[in-house]
T-cell receptor
Framework: AQSVTQLGSHVSVSEGALVLLRCNYS??????LFWYVQYPNQGLQLLLK??????LVKGINGFEAEFKKSETSFHLTKPSAHMSDEDEYFC??????????FGKGNQVVVIP | AAGVIQSPRHLIKEKRETATLKCYPI?????VYWYQQGPGQDPQFLIS???????DKGSIPDRFSAQQFSDYHSELNMSSLELGDSALYFC????????????FGPGTRLTVT
């Protein structure tokens, strides 16, 4: 079964510091990969996606992610954390059947 | 831009009751997906429809059924509700030309008491 791993339910980062959220997928076949952000009690908004084009993908709100096949990873980064980044972030994978399989999510906590 | 609409946004039901959740996809989107997110959990895929036909089925209980109508809206019918059905139910839609890009609605929060 397709799966994606996100470690650490809460990720703390100082305001202005690098945000790094890790995501690893388990497959020998590169899937489609996504990062979603979930605002409190709301739906999921697509931050960015990898669909076998450029390996470095830029998304909204200053986020970007790099697909590394050798590491089966798709880590999300943002150069400088803001208080407004305090949300929950989900990595997700799809293998063409279109259903999304999500990781457990990371709640980002920004320390002033 | 138009987004996915879900109704109702909140629903409170008692055990053994039935519930119907509605989803209106983005205009010109022909595929609808349903996900269930329990408290503190990641969203789990339930079922999807393409052009009014079921296209994929995940971990959807037999007590639940769903369909997509001619106007592409979808309904998730839930019967014999259990306490464990309390969750946030998301609908997402996509276009077959960009099937991997799903847009999510705000969700329906179902509370079963």
């Amino acid at each position: 079964a397709q799966s994606v791993t996100q470690l650490g339910s809460h990720v703390s980062v100082s305001e202005g510091a690098l945000v790094l959220l890790r995501c690893n997928y388990s497959s020998s076949v590169p899937p489609y990969l996504f990062w979603y952000v979930q605002y409190p009690n709301q739906g999921l908004q697509l931050l960015l996606k990898y669909t076998s084009a450029a390996t470095l993908v830029k998304g909204i709100n200053g986020f970007e992610a790099e697909f590394k096949k050798s590491e089966t990873s798709f880590h999300l980064t943002k150069p400088s954390a803001h208080m407004s980044d305090e949300d929950e972030y989900f990595c997700a994978v799809s293998y063409g059947n279109n259903r999304l399989a999500f990781g457990k999510g990371n709640q980002v906590v920004v320390i002033p | 831009a138009a987004g996915v609409i879900q109704s109702p946004r909140h629903l409170i039901k008692e055990k053994r009751e039935t519930a119907t959740l509605k989803c209106y996809p983005i205009p010109r989107h022909d595929t609808v997906y349903w996900y269930q997110q329990g408290p503190g959990q990641d969203p789990q895929f339930l079922i999807s429809f393409y052009e009014k036909m079921q296209s994929d089925k995940g971990s959807i209980p037999d007590r639940f059924s769903a369909q997509q109508f001619s106007d592409y809206h979808s309904e998730l019918n839930m019967s014999s509700l259990e306490l464990g059905d309390s969750a946030l139910y998301f609908c997402a839609s996509s276009s077959s030309s960009l099937a991997y890009e799903q847009y999510f609605g705000p969700g329906t929060r179902l509370t079963v008491t």
